[in-house]
């Protein structure tokens, strides 16, 4: 089901997540939702406080990728570090660069309980760190080096081609 998406200045955002302690019906429908309400808003991950859940679950899905669905996911190690433009759909109109390790690991449980470790490099890793900042009341723009104005998104990507 499509949820409705929480928006600055909802303090919402920023209120801390419980973690999953038993991944019940309620999990999943919940897994499910962030996935119908991320595809509708077009988006490439999304965190539960963004459709008003505050646990520890979010899902990540970059184009060219299977869908990530990540429960208490903790980065144990992160390396290097890059710049690169990022938007949310919790802050409509508003991109703008930050910094972010290249490359993590991150614990996780996914949807049947098992827990898991993944590597993650490049614009996938980026993604994955949004939405970890997400669960901890952390958003991009706390973190933001410069705005770009939407209309020079196009510019930016032709001058900084991510992997
Ligand atoms: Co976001």
Do not use: W
Not at 28 to 54: E, H, K, N, R
Not at 118 to 147: C, P, S, T
């Amino acid at each position: 089901m499509i949820r409705e998406i929480v928006v600055l200045p909802d303090e919402g955002l920023r209120q801390q997540t419980a973690e999953i302690n038993e991944i019940t019906s309620e999990t999943l429908d919940l897994l499910d939702d962030l996935y119908d309400t991320m595809i509708s808003g077009d988006g490439v991950g999304i965190a539960a406080p963004q459709i008003g859940a505050y646990v520890k679950i979010a899902i990540v899905q970059l184009d060219d990728s299977e869908l990530l669905e990540l429960i208490n996911p903790k980065i144990i190690l992160a390396t290097g570090s890059d710049v690169f433009v990022e938007g949310c759909l919790s802050i409509p109109n508003v991109y703008g660069t930050v910094r972010r390790n290249e490359k993590i690991v991150v614990n996780y449980l996914d949807r049947e309980g098992t827990q898991c470790q993944m590597i993650a490099d490049e614009y996938l890793a980026r993604v994955i760190q949004h939405e970890i900042d997400h669960l901890n009341g952390i958003l991009f723009i706390d973190k933001m080096i410069a705005e770009i104005p939407e209309n020079e998104l196009e510019a930016y990507y032709e001058e900084h081609d991510y992997e």
